[in-house]
């Protein structure tokens, strides 16, 4: 399964973008699904993923601003990023990890897109 990013850019901070991932097939028995980024000199972190079951798990710098959502339909994960801060800049990672068959998991990135917020 490959996974393509898309919706990165520069933004002022307090503004919105919109991150969607797009995954080239339908992927089943999903584990979790979701946004990482990394910023220059720091570890890749959560942001907000998508769990089996459909719950939700947002890192705390997030909460209240950011909103990842799927449409199966269209094998899409996107992120809804308000009120931004520059302390959000980074490259921004999906990801997924399922189970193609009983006993065998995988774990796929995408390409990763920049988002840089202006003060």
């Known amino acids: 399964v490959q996974l393509q990013a898309s919706g990165g850019g520069l933004v002022q901070a307090g503004g919105s973008l919109r991150l969607s991932c797009t995954a080239s097939?339908?992927?089943?028995?999903?584990?979790?699904m979701g946004w990482y980024r990394q910023a220059p000199g720091k570890a890749r972190e959560l942001v907000a993923v998508?769990?089996?079951?459909?719950?939700?798990k947002y890192a705390d710098s997030v909460k209240g601003r950011f909103t990842i959502s799927r449409d199966l339909a269209k094998n899409t994960i996107d992120l809804q990023m308000n009120s931004l801060k520059p302390e959000d800049t980074a490259v921004y990672y999906c990801?997924?990890?399922?189970?193609?068959?009983?006993?065998?998991?995988?774990?796929?990135w995408g390409q990763g897109t920049q988002v840089t917020v202006s003060s």
């Open positions: 998508i769990i089996a079951g459909d719950s939700t």
């Open positions: 990801n997924v990890n399922w189970d193609p068959r009983y006993g065998t998991t995988r774990n796929s």
């Open positions: 097939e339908r992927i089943f028995s999903v584990n979790v």
